[in-house]
């Protein structure tokens, strides 16, 4: 009978439930693309350091993100880093900013990424179109199909300049964006020096570093600082927060983006729990009621959550199907929404939560009911 | 008189034990100088097997007496003992326990739950009771079929007539077999003959279930039906008169028009 009586409850003032449910759809909604924002950022920007095949990163000191990395390092880290005992291979790739100039005139910023994929180092994410060998020909390059018509190129083929050198497209990546809006373009090592300025030299921004399968990656790490004097030696996790910290929080964007969450959560409250109270106020007599029946307060508290809870799987439901509607027609996108299964499942733990929460002026109502209201009505 | 109700009467006669017995009870409302005494000292016992009907006019304490006597509200001062437990100091949950467990509540307007249908509405009774599944809707219907409601048992409020709607309520009064039955103006909202059925109802529910039932009512037509007359003025008991034995109530049409010829 509590279910039945809550889903009656719920149900007896159509407009009263419309309204709960467009405060919770409304929340989720804005919970959902917030975070889902959140998180596509926090892909795009440890995107190449997830998919590099390192153990450990050596950097210039001071370095802040992939796309930061500061000065370019010699090459006697990386010989050192070789004598290291336990190290397998190290990598060198450069990374750095420079200025894309459009076939039509005009210029953007781009980020070069030079590595030499055969070794393991960073690779283009998702080829569409053509493979590493054909960005290994003469002035080739890869970009996100994406970010064609921001670099002021067509296809395949089309050419461009960076820096002092021609580039052209060789291969096409899908779905590699930059949180920075400066597409990634990807070329081979020494390919990439020449354009920022270290043609002939064997300066690299970050060493890829490989530890043996039976080395112990700390060990290995400290051997390294110890041999390293101006360089830091991070694991692929402290590197990604690093660049998730500089990114997401230096900048403020990921403080707005939580804190765009965090409004959504608590406008969603607000208006769930004035219409349970308001709810709870109109049946305020069948609930004394029920108290003079000789109901348990945690009979009635129990209808109440029975109503938050409804409203909360429903609103759900209906929350879900708009923001996956959203994530969909946001792939396109240069910030493309993230849903994932645990963020699914987190947004409906908040919105019961959520819901849960906007119970308590309700109950604390009812708790406050004087049963012999019964007889004065 | 039928045999069921000489039964009744007999076992009356062989324990008359009351049910709920209320010693000097006082009530005061509101505080300092608007402080008002509604109820001065009342004292009354139900015996089981009795229609006792509380008259007197409005403001006399009627609706206070009734309230405390249905433990859902307490006395300033004085001793309220129902099914043998005292219910000084008895904390809110307590007090629900012991209504939940001995007495059934039947409301001027009726205080059915508008969304539910009058079979559900019966079932929540039983439901706060923690009583569920197929043996208490089959109770249900059988409480419900008792009072004449069984081909309207899937009915809403809204779609009964005020005295269907307060067969309903007598019904969910009733389905715990509480002891004690209080109705307050059971037939206030009501016309004749339907003040008249539910009446007879409460009548027979004393009668054939020796059940106590005590009915808060300034409506001369339910006098026919009483087995005792209480009468309250200004907080106080002012008069008690009694049925004579032997008597079936349909053939006593006014106790008043009795007592005045006693007079």
């Known amino acids: 009978m509590i279910f039945t009586l809550a889903f009656r409850n719920l149900f007896h003032d159509r407009i009263r439930l419309a309204v709960t449910l467009v405060g919770i759809l409304f929340s989720i909604v804005l919970v959902a693309v917030q975070l889902g924002l959140y998180l596509g950022a926090s892909r795009m920007i440890t995107a190449n350091i997830d998919h590099a095949d390192a153990d450990l990163w050596v950097m210039p000191f001071g370095a802040k993100s992939f796309e930061d990395g500061g000065l370019l390092m010699g090459s006697r880290e990386r010989h050192q880093a070789l004598a290291t005992p336990g190290v397998e291979q190290v990598t060198p790739i450069v990374v750095r900013f420079s200025e894309w100039r459009k076939p039509a005139g005009g210029s953007t910023r781009v980020v070069v990424v030079g590595s030499d994929a055969e070794e393991g180092a960073v690779k283009p994410l998702s080829l569409k179109n053509g493979t590493w060998e054909d960005i290994k020909a003469p002035d080739a390059i890869a970009v996100d199909e994406t970010y064609l018509k921001d670099l002021g190129v067509d296809k395949i083929g089309d050419t461009a300049q960076i820096g002092p050198g021609r580039v052209k497209i060789g291969a096409l990546t899908s779905g590699v964006r930059s949180f920075t809006q400066s597409p990634y373009v990807y070329m081979p090592l020494s390919r990439a020096r020449a354009l920022v300025g270290a043609e002939g030299s064997d300066l690299a921004t970050f060493h890829l570093v490989k530890v043996f399968a039976d080395q112990d990656v700390e060990q290995v790490r400290a051997n390294l600082l110890s041999r390293l004097e101006g360089a830091e030696v991070l694991t692929k996790q402290e590197f990604r927060d690093r660049s998730l910290r500089q990114w997401l929080f230096r900048t403020g964007a990921g403080v707005a983006l939580i804190g765009g969450a965090l409004l959504g959560i608590l406008v969603g409250t607000v208006i769930v729990a004035q219409t349970l109270y308001s709810s709870t106020k109109d049946h305020i007599n069948e609930f004394a009621t029920l108290r003079a029946l000789g109901s348990s307060s945690g009979y009635i508290h129990k209808v109440i959550l029975t109503q938050a809870g409804l409203s909360a799987v429903i609103g759900y439901v209906l929350g879900m199907v708009l923001a996956l509607l959203i994530v969909v027609a946001s792939q396109s996108t240069p910030l493309p929404i993230v849903m994932t299964p645990q963020l699914a499942a987190g947004l409906f733990t908040v919105t019961v939560l959520m819901c849960a929460i906007s119970a308590v002026s309700a109950i604390v109502k009812v708790t406050k009911i004087d049963p012999a209201t019964v007889f004065s009505r | ?263």
Not at chain 2, 27 to 49: F, H, N, S, Y
Not at chain 2, 161 to 186: F, H, K, N, T, Y
Not at chain 2, 213 to 219: G, K, P, S
Not at chain 2, 229 to 242: A, H, K, N, P, S
């Open chain 2, 1 to 263: 008189m039928t045999r069921k109700k000489q039964a009744a009467t007999a076992a009356r006669k062989q324990s008359p034990e009351p049910v709920l017995s209320a010693t000097s009870i006082v009530k005061e409302l509101g505080r300092g100088a608007g402080t008002v005494m509604a109820l001065k000292g009342v004292d009354l016992q139900l015996i089981p097997g009795e229609l006792t009907l509380l008259m007197g006019p409005s403001g006399s304490g009627k609706t206070t007496l009734l309230s405390i006597l249905g433990c859902i509200m307490t006395p300033t001062s004085g001793e309220l003992t129902v099914a043998g437990t005292k219910t000084a100091g008895l904390s809110p949950d307590e007090l629900a326990i012991l209504r939940r467990d001995h007495i059934g509540f039947i409301f001027q307007s009726y205080n059915l739950f508008p969304t539910l249908s009058a079979l559900e509405n019966v079932r929540i009774a039983l439901d706060v009771r923690g009583q569920k599944g197929y043996e208490a809707a089959r109770r249900c219907e059988e409480v419900l079929r008792e009072v004449g409601l069984g081909h309207r048992l899937r009915n809403y409020p809204g779609n009964l007539s005020g005295g269907e709607q307060q067969r309903v309520a007598v019904a969910r009064a009733i389905v715990s077999s509480p002891s004690i039955v209080l109705a307050d103006e059971p037939t206030a909202a009501l016309d004749g003959e339907n003040g008249n059925a539910v009446m007879e109802l409460l009548a027979r529910i004393a009668h054939e279930q020796d059940r106590s039932v005590l009915a808060v009512t300034h409506d001369p037509r339910t006098l026919p039906y009483a087995d005792r007359v209480v009468r309250i003025e200004d907080g106080l008991i002012v008069g008690e008169e009694r049925r004579p034995e032997g008597l079936d109530a349909p053939e006593i049409t006014d106790l008043t028009k009795r007592r005045k010829a006693h007079a």
